[in-house]
């Protein structure tokens, strides 16, 4: 007998046929979509990243509501991917539904602040403690954005990233630690400059390769996630973090959070729920309810020498922003989320689900003799295949198993449910339930008693 992570291999290929030909069987609605799809459809998918699930052919969804969604073969599902964040805080949620509605008949976008813009700034300052903020049509133009208002307001060119960092799709961050070298992702398609040049990366939680990467002086910022989560969930050491950022601030670099992921955390994020203060922070879709929509904010020193060093440009396109960028539909969406939605009982709920889900796992993987770990980070949750979380993103991706992740996701999704299909994420919104969590657990279980 072969065994990888505790598993029974033979069992675990067996089981993965099995389960496809479930799926087949059963789902004759959607493969009679993804074969049309197949015809007009690059992969036969309108994003292909929709092929990266475990199913032999695309899901079809049909409506999605709270924390569940149906087919297009009728079947219900309980959602503990929730668009891997998108709908953090439920499908469809009431008040942001109402709000689109609204808005449908009063305009979608004339280029121009709206009332809801400034209603949104107030709130997001509010929260984060950041005064200034701008807004993008997600994360990774955020992000981007960031980037150049940074470089331009601090003269320095070099930016620094974690290893196996994700910042949505900005150029710059897809630069791995490869045996210790930087390495420009192979994966990364149509790259015609050396990213390395301008890209420095380094270890999380390695105070002493920060230090030296920062040395010279000629870093912008450090984009980062205050807990990685793209690579298999990675915490930071204790006292990591005001460490960090002592360096970075005797170095005269700029420190941007990403909070895309970890908002999860509470209201106001990670950083703010453990006394992190970034330089800037950038929040894309969980903040609009589901809707394409971001923001970005800035500290009053660091926005002053942006707005500077927009002042001391030439005239002409900055580079930054798009036509559609702070259009009334999305403001208004992300005013109703942040004001009825994303408050401190959904996330009181979300917590006391996500810590039933924690717990519940821990005891399956203890009773099943299983040496894996489980992180939550609010209402955020994840199984990692070693008995310990990851320290850096180097451990986190030796931990992966995407062979094992995809029998589990297309297991569970054949049971009505769920789950993230890389790096074994699951989310709790604010519809989810006890009796979710304990079904979720119970078929898990029965997972791998046909797998140990």
């Not at 065994?3 to 290929?13: K, Q």
């Not at 420190?255 to 106001?268: A, K």
């Not at 960028?325 to 917590?351: G, I, K, Q």
Request: aromatic share 8%; with cysteine; charged share 20%.
């Amino acid at each position: 007998m072969t065994t990888r992570h505790g598993i029974n291999r033979e069992a675990a290929l067996a089981l993965a046929g099995a389960e496809r030909a479930h799926f087949e069987r059963n789902n004759p609605a959607s493969r009679a979509l993804a074969a049309r799809a197949a015809g007009h459809l690059l992969f036969g998918v309108p994003m292909h990243w929709m092929r990266d699930w475990s199913t032999p052919f695309a899901l079809t969804v049909r409506e999605a509501s709270g924390a569940r969604f149906s087919d297009a073969d009728g079947h219900d599902y309980i959602d503990f991917c929730l668009g891997d964040t998108g709908a953090m805080f439920g499908h469809a949620p009431a008040p942001v539904a109402r709000a689109i509605a609204r808005q449908a008949t009063r305009g979608y976008t004339a280029m121009l602040p709206s009332e809801d813009a400034v209603w949104v700034a107030e709130e997001l300052a509010r929260r984060f403690g950041l005064p200034f903020w701008q807004f993008a049509l997600s994360a990774s133009d955020a992000n981007r954005f960031v980037l150049r208002w940074l470089r331009a307001a601090s003269g320095r060119a070099k930016i620094l990233v974690f290893n196996g960092c994700y910042h949505g799709t900005v150029d710059e961050v897809f630069v791995d630690l490869v045996d210790g070298a930087p390495r420009q992702r192979a994966s990364l398609l149509g790259q015609v400059s050396d990213l390395t040049e301008h890209t420095v990366v380094v270890e999380f939680n390695d105070l002493a390769a920060l230090e030296a990467a920062l040395a010279a002086g000629d870093v912008a910022c450090v984009l980062a996630e205050p807990v990685l989560t793209n690579i298999g969930m990675v915490p930071p050491q204790p006292g990591y973090w005001a460490a960090a950022q002592d360096i970075m601030r005797r170095h005269g670099t700029l420190l941007v959070i990403d909070e895309t992921h970890t908002i999860s955390s509470g209201p106001g994020g990670y950083a703010r729920a453990h006394g992190m203060r970034p330089d800037a922070l950038v929040l894309g879709k969980p903040v609009g309810g589901g809707l394409p929509c971001a923001v970005y904010g800035f500290t009053g020193e660091l926005a002053a020498r942006v707005e500077q060093a927009k002042r001391a440009a030439p005239a002409g396109h900055s580079g930054i922003g798009t036509t559609l960028t702070a259009n009334m539909f999305t403001l208004a969406a992300m005013r109703a989320n942040l004001e009825e939605v994303m408050s401190e009982a959904a996330y009181a709920t979300m917590f006391a689900q996500a810590g039933r889900l924690a717990a519940g796992l821990r005891a399956i993987l203890a009773a099943r003799g299983l040496p894996w770990c489980v992180t939550q980070v609010g209402a955020r949750t994840e199984f990692q295949f070693a008995a310990t979380a990851p320290r850096n993103g180097t451990e986190a991706g030796a931990m992966l198993d995407p062979e094992l992740e995809q029998l589990i996701h297309l297991y569970l999704l054949n049971r009505g449910i769920l789950i993230t299909p890389f790096h074994n994420m699951l989310l709790v919104c604010p519809q989810t339930e006890a009796a979710d969590v304990d079904r979720l657990l119970r078929v898990f279980d029965a997972c791998l008693a046909a797998l140990v």
